[in-house]
């Protein structure tokens, strides 16, 4: 899924795994105490991508999410702005694990094993399996489709997929860099 793709590349190659210098000795021990779910995150990332097709299982995507809520936590209380920005974008890609793993993960699953009417729900083509492969399409969700999206999440979800939709959208615009 292009999601998953997305998300465990970007948390491979940007979690940074080291403060910068110019860090107060608080900000890196901070950082110290939280490399450790950072980690955790890529070595269960590791084990999947980018080295394998297989989806990420749900269950381990749902581990993932946790360790992200945890690692994110402790990062928000190290006040150094330098290192602030060098793990900004493990927010987006923990955001973008939200909503893969919550409801509208979910949804997005049930929806791939369905045919939608395309006359009721034109987007449908963009919620397909193999229409998330490709960045263009996946922007296209998040952005163009974004209101055809929550319609057929809420008619075929319910509003808590649709509250994880929107609050994961401009996680996963910055991820796949959507204009």
């Avoid at 860090?23 to 950082?31: A, G, H, L, N």
């Avoid at 922007?139 to 509250?163: I, P, Q, W």
């Amino acid at each position: 899924m292009l999601f998953q793709k997305c998300i465990v590349l970007l948390l491979l190659t940007f979690f940074p795994l080291s403060t910068p210098s110019t860090c107060s000795t608080t900000d890196q021990i901070k950082f110290l105490q939280c490399k450790g779910s950072i980690i955790k995150i890529q070595d269960l990332l590791k084990l999947y991508a980018p080295f394998t097709e297989s989806p990420i299982p749900a269950a381990v995507f749902k581990r993932i999410s946790k360790l992200c809520d945890k690692a994110v936590s402790c990062v928000d209380r190290i006040e150094c702005v330098e290192a602030k920005r060098g793990v900004s974008l493990m927010n987006n890609a923990c955001g973008g694990i939200e909503l893969s793993s919550g409801p509208f993960g979910d949804c997005l699953s049930k929806l791939q094993t369905i045919t939608l009417n395309v006359k009721k729900y034109p987007c449908a083509g963009v919620l397909k399996k193999e229409a998330l492969d490709n960045t263009s399409k996946g922007c296209r969700m998040f952005s163009e489709d974004l209101d055809c999206v929550k319609n057929v999440a809420k008619d075929y979800c319910g509003t808590e997929a649709v509250d994880a939709f929107r609050k994961g959208t401009p996680f996963m615009k910055n991820l796949m860099k959507c204009p």
